[in-house]
């Protein structure tokens, strides 16, 4: 029943920033863990950040530790992936993801999938 929608998807210049904002909806979002995932064309996806239900504490993929921040507001019922000094990389579609563990990880499955958000970095 809990529904995931990202938003804030964009073309953006490379060395900006961007947030994506995930809303969730139907269940109360305070009881799950919550991921971001990006994927690339013809790639599995990977996991970049997540945040556990239990305390808040974070994850992060080292390759975009430092540039990637990933928060939640449970009143708003909203998870967002703050990322800075965007590159070329980045460009992929990004997912946000849940599930009612109370722990988080990177590789952790991963129950219920918003639709994505399409992130193009280009000069």
């Known amino acids: 029943q809990l529904q995931l929608v990202e938003s804030g998807g964009g073309l953006v210049q490379p060395g900006t920033s961007l947030r994506l904002s995930c809303e969730a909806s139907?269940?109360?979002?305070?009881?799950?863990?919550v991921a971001w995932f990006r994927q690339y064309p013809g790639q599995e996806r990977e996991g970049l950040a997540c945040?556990?239900?239990?305390?808040?504490?974070?994850y992060y993929l080292y390759s975009v530790k430092g540039r990637v921040n990933i928060s939640r507001d449970n009143a708003k019922r909203l998870v967002y992936l703050q990322m800075d000094s965007l590159i070329l990389d980045d460009t992929a579609v990004y997912y946000c993801?849940?599930?009612?563990?109370?722990?988080?990880?990177?590789?952790?499955?991963?129950?219920?999938w918003g639709q994505g958000t399409q992130v193009t970095v280009s000069s």
């Open positions: 139907g269940l109360s979002l305070a009881n799950y863990s």
């Open positions: 993801a849940a599930d009612r563990g109370q722990w988080c990880g990177l590789y952790f499955q991963y129950d219920y």
């Open positions: 945040i556990s239900a239990a305390n808040g504490g974070t």
